[in-house]
């Protein structure tokens, strides 16, 4: 087998098309016939960009994508294959005008064979024996299909995921297999195990031979423990091809996750082609009515969740792009991840198995009710396609048959006991295909009773109750399922907004007997009972003591399987317009560009192995309160001991303790004055130090209502330039609790770097601790206007735009230079 990405000299256009005629007529009447068509490199998507746009919806429709692929297949009798890790959400594939194949479905893998069709292509005389191939993505609404359009996360166009050009002989290997189990496994090694390798052929010329096989195995370390040769006659479906013992092997786990590998080398007449698996030994048990255990050993599963989303470029990360973001989840010490709420790159789930991150990973089933035949055969072509693609990978423990099914609204009924008999028959099936994983949902109590593991929904702290509600709502659900297992938690923050005084609302929250359940229309920040998430400040400091007491609380429940905060990045979606930057969900603990959060550092207080210190409020340059007042300053570690300095004066010695709330007893009280300050932390674990420190200014002025922004820039090295706004009083004063949304605007050269889902990526946001700031492209040059619309409003963070009022004043504010030697300019800034 031969295998190439095919990412680049990729053509696309978005919009519609009467046909694949289309795509190349232009070049049959001498491009008399113009489509405006854009060079890209794959992964692609077509929302990049618009996904993030404050101003509408994002495009849902087609997409397409050309090329003229120079093909030469080393097989006399060979295939030429085209290997999608994914594209969204329907697919057409075309070679010239001859539809070739189609796929329905964004998350799955699917291959195309065009072997046939680019032979005839090759016959067209002006293509020099090039192959025009065409690709039609499509992501409009069907209520008939998965996801639902009601989703909590935007469905990308495109060809969002690696494209590869596959060359394979008359006969090669469709899939393999492998099955592994232990005796007497434990701990880091087993007493003995046993591999069984399972194989399926593509044949579609129905050749009728004998092949050739050779099958080895090999450690982590590349020694070889296993071979075998055998000559075997074509077969049909998947068979069993070679079975090996393997004494001791040594075990996969999170903290250690050693992998194996196999290659399964296949000879025909027309030639070879050899396909490498990874795999792993290990053990999983979700104990019932208790926790759960690796290995024959408890684990506390430390989790988060991932979308498959990212600023600029949407759902077409690449690969150096996940890796960066799956080494960070690593990183922050967790042990667990949901694939949320579809399959994932390849790429995602070798990382996982690299890494040491168990995975539940789920088919896109996902609220809306339940459909029609053809829906019911998507949920099942997908559930099938997930578990046969991702079979061999030990960090899979679980798979996900769907999220949030009790949620109506896509049709005009909702049967409870049909969708309790399509999820039986899914989870039916799911046995049947791998009857060494389990089966789990989120969100369904009507069937609970008919999966493996059940995650309710608790919110504690955020669409219901208060966070110290958090261990008692655990508890209720856990004793009311065979096995229990916490997937989202977590809380709206918007990166940079810090308080003085985190949200106390909490006497307004109406405690339903305990209720801390996320009910249709939660998410919305307008009615309903009182909440959190729609009362509440969204800032990272709220957060962070949320976290905190989360995993404080979960270190003592020993009956606990494990937990997940959702989500690990902020994330696209259109849903949440209102949000502090419109359509994003904004949970994340770090940024959609994977800029950390404050967050990261509370997680890695607690479930890091490698020391470290942070002193909260790296991104709050202004503190504010009376003279001399006791302010408390935060600090995370995981060190036993830290030692904290302000203005070089040590504070003391504080000891961890992880059950003194909040910052496990990392905290100093201390008297404060107007000025500027310097922190100084220092830990000490295992013989390593570590130190941190952060400046900050000490405001003691007192302000009334923001009347007025001032807009500086700042030139970055890079050539961007950061814009920022801040909000000042009538005197003056600035006013470090501001929260009215801002707009940004530019005339002339340049650009605004926004629609990027981040806090200094977007022309739409609410100011963050009385300040908003957004990057500029100015190509070189001075743009000749740069604008700010202050929106005022009396709500909170989650207010309407247009809940503004009172009259339209005009200020005008001094910006200095962007280049040197360029000119002071005026700009004039309208509040409302």
């Not at 016939?33 to 077509?46: D, Q, R, S």
């Amino acid at each position: 087998m031969i295998k190439q990405r095919l990412n680049e000299q990729w053509e696309h256009y978005r919009g519609s098309l009467g046909g694949p005629w289309e795509v190349w007529r232009a070049d049959k009447l001498h491009n008399h016939y113009n489509v405006p068509w854009k060079l890209v490199t794959l992964p692609h998507t077509y929302n990049g960009y618009d996904v993030m746009d404050p101003d509408g919806k994002y495009y849902q429709g087609q997409g397409w994508y050309r090329n003229k692929l120079e093909l030469s297949n080393p097989y006399p009798k060979g295939r030429t294959l085209l290997h999608f890790e994914g594209a969204g959400q329907r697919t057409d594939v075309y070679v010239y005008t001859e539809k070739v194949d189609s796929h329905l479905g964004g998350y799955d893998e699917f291959t195309v064979d065009i072997t046939d069709a680019a032979a005839r292509a090759k016959e067209i005389e002006r293509y020099a024996g090039r192959v025009p191939v065409a690709i039609a993505c499509d992501n409009s609404r069907e209520l008939e299909t998965i996801p639902s359009d009601a989703s909590d996360f935007n469905l990308y166009g495109g060809v969002y995921r690696y494209l590869n050009l596959v060359y394979v002989p008359q006969v090669s290997l469709a899939q393999v297999h492998v099955d592994t189990t232990l005796q007497d496994a434990a701990g880091s090694r087993a007493a003995g195990g046993q591999v069984k390798i399972h194989a399926k052929l593509y044949n579609p010329s129905c050749a009728n031979e004998t092949v050739k096989l050779v099958i080895a195995l090999k450690q982590q370390d590349g020694v070889q423990i296993g071979q075998a040769e055998m000559i075997l006659p074509i077969w049909q479906g998947e068979q069993e091809i070679a079975c090996f013992d393997v004494p001791a092997p040594s075990l996969w786990s999170t903290e250690a996750p050693h992998l194996y590998s196999c290659s399964v080398t296949l000879t025909c007449e027309d030639g070879a082609t050899t396909h490498n698996e990874c795999f792993g030994f290990r053990t999983f048990e979700f104990v019932k009515h208790g926790p759960f255990k690796l290995n024959g050993e408890r684990l506390l599963l430390r989790g988060t969740h991932r979308h498959e989303d990212h600023a600029a470029v949407g759902a077409a990360m690449s690969e150096a792009l996940i890796r960066e973001e799956m080494t960070l989840i690593k990183a922050m010490g967790a042990n667990f991840i949901r694939l949320g709420h579809y399959q994932q790159s390849r790429i995602v789930l070798d990382l996982c198995d690299e890494l040491g991150l168990l995975v539940w990973e789920e088919i896109p089933w996902c609220r809306g009710g339940l459909g029609g035949p053809a829906y019911r055969k998507q949920c099942i072509d997908m559930l099938t396609a997930m578990i046969e693609q991702h079979y061999n990978h030990p960090s899979v423990i679980l798979w996900g048959l769907g999220n949030e099914n009790d949620w109506e609204c896509d049709f005009d009924y909702f049967d409870q006991q049909d969708i309790r008999a399509f999820m039986a028959e899914l989870h039916t099936l799911a046995h049947e295909l791998d009857a060494g994983r389990l089966t789990a949902i989120r969100r369904c109590e009507f069937c609970k009773d008919i999966i493996d593991v059940y995650s309710p929904s608790i919110w504690a702290g955020w669409y219901r109750g208060i966070y110290t509600d958090y261990e008692a709502s655990c508890l209720t659900a856990f004793e009311h399922v065979d096995s229990f297992f916490h997937m989202e938690w977590g809380a709206d923050n918007l990166p940079t907004r810090h308080v003085e005084k985190p949200f106390t609302g909490f006497k307004q929250m109406k405690k339903s007997e305990g209720a801390t359940d996320e009910r249709d229309g939660d998410y919305l920040l307008t009615g309903g009972e009182p909440r959190v998430s729609r009362d509440g400040d969204w800032s990272e400091t709220y957060f962070c003591e949320m976290i905190d007491w989360y995993l404080k609380s979960q270190e003592n429940m020993d009956w606990l399987t494990g937990a997940a905060q959702w989500s690990f990045k902020d994330f696209s979606t259109p849903v949440r317009p209102d949000s502090p930057i419109p359509y994003l969900n904004m949970k994340g603990i770090v940024e959609r560009d994977l800029t950390p959060k404050e967050a990261y550092y509370v997680f890695q207080s607690y479930w890091s192995e490698k020391v470290m210190v942070r002193i909260y409020g790296h991104t709050m340059p202004v503190r504010w309160g009376a003279e001399g007042e006791l302010k408390t300053i935060k600090i995370y570690s995981n060190a036993a001991e830290v030692e904290l300095f302000l203005d070089g004066i040590s504070l003391g010695v504080k000891r961890r303790d992880s059950q003194n709330f909040p910052c496990a007893g990392l905290r100093w009280e201390t008297a404060l004055h107007a000025g500027e300050h310097h922190l100084r932390a220092v830990a000490v674990r295992d013989g390593v130090t570590v130190t941190d420190e952060l400046r900050f200014t000490y405001q003691t002025a007192s302000w009334g209502e923001p009347a007025q922004l001032e807009l500086t820039t700042e030139a970055l090295a890079d050539g961007r330039v950061l814009v920022e706004a801040r909000a000042y009083d009538a005197n003056g004063v600035f006013c470090p609790d501001s929260a009215a949304f801002v707009r940004f605007g530019l005339a002339g050269d340049g650009k605004l770097l926004d629609n990027l889902g981040t806090i200094r990526g977007s022309r739409l946001v609410q100011l963050a601790s009385g300040r908003a700031g957004i990057y500029v492209d100015p190509y070189g040059g001075l743009p000749a206007a740069i604008t700010v619309r202050d929106f005022v409003s009396a709500g909170g963070p989650a207010s309407s735009l247009a809940a503004g009022s009172g009259d339209k004043r005009t200020y005008t504010s001094v910006v200095s230079a962007i280049c040197e030697g360029m000119p002071t300019r005026t700009v004039v800034i309208e509040t409302f």
